[in-house]
């Protein structure tokens, strides 16, 4: 990319505290899934992909841990990418590419990661092309390698709970909104497509989602992506960590 966003830390910010508005324990799967790393790559700089990594949220983290860390970044939103690009500079390498597309192993720039990571932005993939995906993952671990799915996954056996955790985060959030503490997902995306630099790539975004896309969201239980991590090859897979009704699996190469 020629030009950089201008600020980009300040975007950066300004997409943690609207992220953390739907998930106050976000940071907390961050580094249950660092520390996943951490064991499997015992001491040495991991090679990492932050899967769907959006501003690259995953990868700041990352190398703010392991100093030597190689990662890739992939996503497809132009926006989301603009503001990881001009953020990470040649920290990292920032590939565009489609989830829903079974090619997008091909873009990237190597294989034999130690570990995938991926959080929050699966449940926008339909439940088919999700199990698939989980295998095409599989393949681009080393023996070894984990992959680690941090998102919306409630306890099966806690359904009323469950619900009742979901009213009270969404009224706290509501409340938020109601009086300028947070930001909301609306009002985010509306500012970035006021900004000089990020316009341009708000136009792009709405070419490549259609409008209905953030209402399709499908959150199945942690059971079931467990199940799909066996399913696609993974010799161990369970639940690494969670935080009310959300929660991240893992899958062990």
Excluded: C
Aim: avoid cysteine; aromatic fraction near 8%; charge should be negative.
């Amino acid at each position: 990319m020629s030009a950089y966003l201008r600020n980009p830390h300040v975007w950066q910010e300004s997409w943690d505290r609207q992220q953390e508005a739907f998930m106050p324990d976000r940071e907390e799967r961050f580094r249950a899934m660092l520390a996943a790393v951490a064991a499997v790559t015992e001491g040495e700089p991991p090679l990492l992909l932050d899967l769907a990594g959006g501003t690259g949220t995953i990868t700041l983290r990352a190398l703010a841990r392991f100093p030597g860390a190689r990662v890739t970044v992939l996503d497809q939103d132009p926006v989301l990418l603009a503001i990881a690009a001009s953020s990470l500079r040649e920290r990292a390498t920032i590939v565009d590419a489609d989830l829903g597309d079974p090619g997008w192993r091909a873009k990237l720039p190597e294989e034999g990661f130690d570990a995938v990571l991926t959080a929050t932005a699966l449940h926008w993939l339909p439940a088919e092309r999700v199990a698939t995906l989980y295998g095409e993952i599989r393949e681009v671990l080393r023996p070894g390698g984990i992959f680690v799915n941090a998102d919306h996954m409630p306890e099966e056996s806690l359904p009323t709970l469950s619900e009742r955790l979901r009213d009270h985060a969404r009224e706290q959030r509501e409340a938020r909104y109601a009086t300028g503490a947070a930001t909301s997902w609306g009002d985010w995306w509306a500012a970035a497509a006021a900004d000089e630099f990020l316009a341009p790539k708000a136009v792009e975004r709405d070419r490549i989602y259609p409008a209905t896309r953030h209402s399709q969201e499908w959150t199945p239980p942690a059971l079931w992506h467990v199940d799909a991590l066996r399913v696609a090859g993974f010799t161990e897979a369970g639940v690494l960590w969670r935080g009310g009704t959300d929660a991240a699996v893992i899958g062990l190469r």
